[in-house]
């Protein structure tokens, strides 16, 4: 079965300060690991995937994450966190290598303090 | 706007009522996505589409709804006698299957509130 583990509901930092959002995976396959971000008012937007290339990977707006194998994570982070980044983020596992359904953890909101 | 689109954005209906929802996917994708997402969750996966065949759906898909994609281009999701604990976001996505090209690209959503 697959299923993600977001650990924090969530997070707050303050404008320019590193970002890190933590999710733990289980997957019965060789997974593939996305993280979306969801706007207020807007639809999901794909952030970064992992599909057993390189560990770490690297999306868009300065977002990376580190896909871990032996502690079954995939922590997003980001060096620097600008206002635009408030938002709710999603961990998402792929039940087999074509990505046929998504399965999306709870979700970390995350705010931006100026 | 070549993305996913959703319609209509916003629907507000009496228990009991029916509902339609339409998607427009990217217009190259052969797979097309239903999704819910309930208020403080995330999305939950309903059925999916490859062309015009469906080829899973989720325990969530009472026999209240029903979706269909008649030629592979459009999708509609019916739910029937709506009841309040359908209230939530339907989200759409679509991809294009290949060795590289499995990303879900996701619509605005419905949201249907239920009264």
């Known amino acids: ?114 | 706007d070549t993305g996913v689109s959703q319609d209509p954005r916003h629907k507000i209906t009496k228990r009991g009522q029916n509902v339609t929802f339409r998607c427009d996917p990217i217009s190259e994708h052969n797979r097309l996505y239903w999704y819910r997402q309930t208020l403080g969750q995330g999305p939950e996966f309903l059925t999916y589409f490859q062309n015009e065949a469906q080829l899973e759906k989720s325990r969530l898909l009472s026999d209240r709804f029903s979706a269909e994609r008649p030629k592979g281009s459009f999708s509609t999701l019916e739910i029937q006698r709506t009841e309040q604990g359908d209230s939530a976001m339907y989200l759409c996505a679509s991809s294009l299957v290949g060795p590289r090209t499995d990303t879900q690209y996701f619509g605005p959503g419905t949201r249907l509130t239920v009264l």
């Open chain 1, 1 to 114: 079965a697959q299923s993600v583990t977001q650990l924090d509901s969530h997070v707050s930092v303050s404008e320019g300060t590193p970002v890190l959002l933590r999710c733990n995976y289980s997957s019965s396959y060789s997974p593939s690991l996305f993280w979306y971000v969801q706007h207020p008012n807007k639809g999901l937007q794909l952030l970064l995937k992992y599909t057993s290339a390189a560990t770490l990977v690297k999306g868009i707006n300065g977002f990376e994450a580190e896909f871990k194998k032996s502690e079954t994570s995939f922590h997003l982070t980001k060096p620097s966190a600008h206002m635009s980044d408030a938002a709710e983020y999603f961990c998402v596992v792929s039940d087999r290598a074509g990505a046929n359904n998504l399965f999306f953890g709870t979700g970390t909101r995350l705010t931006v303090i100026p």
